[in-house]
């Protein structure tokens, strides 16, 4: 398996404009996670979904942060309109399940977002 | 998921074995142990996880305590690659779980 894909890598935008990073996680994992992270407040999970539903959105910073799922192999966080203060390298993870050991979970390369 | 505490920076030299402990005296009966680490830029990479007995593999030991309450990773022949940032998680649920600052490794030539 080629393992969790993000992309873009990089995005540079600026501030007002709309940005949507996109994940594919790995295939047969349940569960897929939004991570956000940065030098003042760390790694922070950001929502997270069970079989495409999202389960726990309250990592979410604002109504400014949106995510979908609209299938097993695919997810989108949507920044609308973005801020200079949403800088950060957002990952995505995914995991089997949970119970027994399978809450490990496989994290993507991440993508570095600068919004100026 | 139980809250852990790990020292903020270690040091360790090339090949000798490095030891990071993590405090978890929170840790519930059904809560797995994880460890992750974050090289430079890159995103977390899974290292071991354990429940109750000792676990080995290719990576890293992991050594937990009888009564849970603590456990220590071991790299038993530290490289240069291995100096990261070491996460230690408690956690029963896939969902929410904190990774909190983690212990910062530098390996020494």
């Known amino acids: 398996d080629a393992g969790v894909i993000q992309s873009p890598r990089h995005e540079v935008t600026e501030m007002g404009q709309e940005v949507t990073l996109r994940c594919k996680p790995i295939s047969g994992h349940d569960y897929l996670f939004w991570y956000r992270q940065t030098m003042m407040r760390g790694l922070e999970l950001l929502i997270y979904f069970n079989n495409n539903v999202p389960i726990d959105d309250s990592g979410m910073p604002e109504d400014r942060f949106s995510a979908k799922m609209p299938n097993a192999s695919f997810s989108t966080l949507k920044i609308q309109p973005s801020e200079p203060r949403d800088s950060a390298v957002y990952f995505c993870a995914s995991s089997l399940g949970q119970g027994r050991g399978e809450e490990t979970q496989y994290f993507g390369p991440g993508t570095r977002l600068l919004v100026l | ?109």
């Open chain 2, 1 to 109: 998921d139980a809250k852990t505490t790990q020292p903020t920076s270690m040091d360790c030299a090339e090949g000798r074995a490095a030891n990071l402990p993590c405090n978890h005296s929170t840790i519930s009966g059904n809560e797995y142990v994880y460890w992750y680490r974050q090289i430079h830029s890159q995103g977390p990479q899974y290292i071991i996880h354990g429940l109750k007995n000792n676990e080995t593999n290719e990576m890293a030991s992991l050594i937990i305590t009888e009564d849970r309450k603590s456990s220590t990773l071991i790299l038993p022949h530290a490289t240069l690659r291995d100096t990261a940032v070491y996460y230690c998680i408690v956690r029963v649920n896939a969902g929410k779980s904190t990774f909190g600052d983690g212990t910062t490794l530098t390996v020494k030539p």
